[in-house]
Every structure is written in structure tokens, then in C-alpha cells.
């Protein structure tokens, strides 16, 4: 089999299966994948052929590409991802700039609870190397990948702790509390689609708004005078999560949209 029969091998032409054949292609050949039409006629050896069919075939039973490739670009970082880790979004990004763009101190003490891969943390990490950056995560193996990839890309002021929410922190505060937490109801119809991902990482009672409310009760006691919460939260929860920071005495609260116009960050102060 060669390139181009490889790159044909599954969609139509111009598809979006077509792209992941290619990415895919990419990452067994090590042949950029914007150069395998000029090297459309290169035979794959067997074992290429054979690691390509086989992950074509967990694609098509609904693995997400980055299982099977095992990376996922994000921000401006290649990030390590497993089974244990969510596939990390390109609408999270939204939530690295809306904390980008908050007036801070230069040496801001900054938690990101429940950080999966590590997206969030190791890309603020990356672009403020004076920011004292801190990654939580429940779940070990998932805080073990965090680590891996703040290693890889050299970004050693980065603390881990594991624990739920904030409560590990005991009396200690930060100038940001930010968050991509479990927000989908456990009756969505479309979770289905997501089967292969971790449901520690998706799932949270109260119609997706369970973990939302803790953390943003949970930051009161743990942010300094004028400090932020910054949330991502489902395209349909932005009043709902207003109205809990409201309720609990934050001022300033707005919403931010993503990529697709979807409101998707929600951030408030907590007052002096
Ligand atoms: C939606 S994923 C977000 C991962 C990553 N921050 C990102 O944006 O790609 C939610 C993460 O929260 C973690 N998590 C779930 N419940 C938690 C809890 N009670 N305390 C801390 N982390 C939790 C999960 O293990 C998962 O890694």
C-alpha cells in the first residue's frame, strides 16, 4: 500500500477523516503530513501498513485520534495524553486567554483544579514563567500524565498536589482559581459519544452544575482580595453559573464565548 492509497483508505475526499488519515499517517511514518501528497507513490513498509489499519480501525470503533496517537497539540505545547486523561478541547484555550488577560501581579499564585493533561496550568506556566503555578487532579494516574508533560516541556515551577477540589489547600490563598471541571449532566443524550473518555472527567450531578457550585463556594475561602474564579462550563449553563456567584457574594461576574459563539467561560471577583 502506498501513501495515497493509505490517505484514501477511509472518507471522501476533502473530509474531516480524510485530515485524521493524514495526522495519523504523520505520526507512523514521521512524514509531515502537509508533504505525504509529494510522497503519495512511497510505499508503506508492512509494519507501517499494519500499525495504520490498526488504528484506523480504534478510530473507527470511537477512539478519539489522541488515544490513539497518544498526543494532543494545545496552546502552543504538545501535550502526552492516555486513557486516563481527557482529550484536551480547543475551546479551553479561551479559558487560558480570558486568565491572560486579567490585571495581575507579576508573581500571581495560581491554582487550575482538576488539570487532566495539564492543558490549562503548563500552558499559563509557558507564558508566565514569574506565576507560581499550581495542578490539582482526584485521580493519580490522570496527575502522573500532568507531570510527564510539565517535565517534557520544561515547565518545573509547576506543583502537583492530588485532591478534590480545594480541599487540599488548607489556609493557603491564590490570586486565580481556575477551572475546566466535570460539568455534563448525567442524562445528556450525547454522552454516548464520549464513551471512551474518563466519566470522572465529564459527569457531575445537578444537571452538570454539581462541581461548578462546589468550587466556586469552595474559592471563597482560598482567594485573595480582588482575586478571580474563571470557570469553563457547558454552552447552555452561563446563567446558571452566574447566578451561583452572585448568590455567593462575587461581584464582577461575566461571560466570556468561544470559538463557536458558545458561552463558555464564566469569571467573577471576589470583593474587598
Ligand atoms: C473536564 S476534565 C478537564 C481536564 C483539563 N483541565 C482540560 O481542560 O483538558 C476534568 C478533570 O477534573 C478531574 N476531577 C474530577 N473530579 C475532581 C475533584 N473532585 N477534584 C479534583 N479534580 C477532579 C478529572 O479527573 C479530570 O481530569
Redesign the pocket.
Known sequence: MNIQQALALRGEPESYERQENAWLLEHITKIDSFDLVMKKDKELTAEQEQAYREAIARIEAGEPLAYVTGSQP?WTLDLKVTSD?????PD?EV?VETVLKLELPEDARVV?????????ALSLASERPNWSLTA????EP?LEVAKFNAEQHDLDQVQFVL???LKPFGRQFFDVIV?????IDPADEHMHNLATE?Q???ISDKKGLA?LE?IILQAKKHLTVEGWVVL?HGYDQADAVQHLFRQAGYKKVRTVKDYGGNDRVTLAQWPH
Open positions: 494545545f486523561t481527557l482529550v484536551p478541547r479551553t479559558l487550575d483544579l482538576g488539570t487532566g493533561t495539564g492543558a490549562i490539582t487532579d482526584i485521580y490522570t485532591g478534590s477540589w477551572s475546566n471541571p466535570p460539568y474518563p470522572r472527567a465529564l462541581d462546589q469553563e
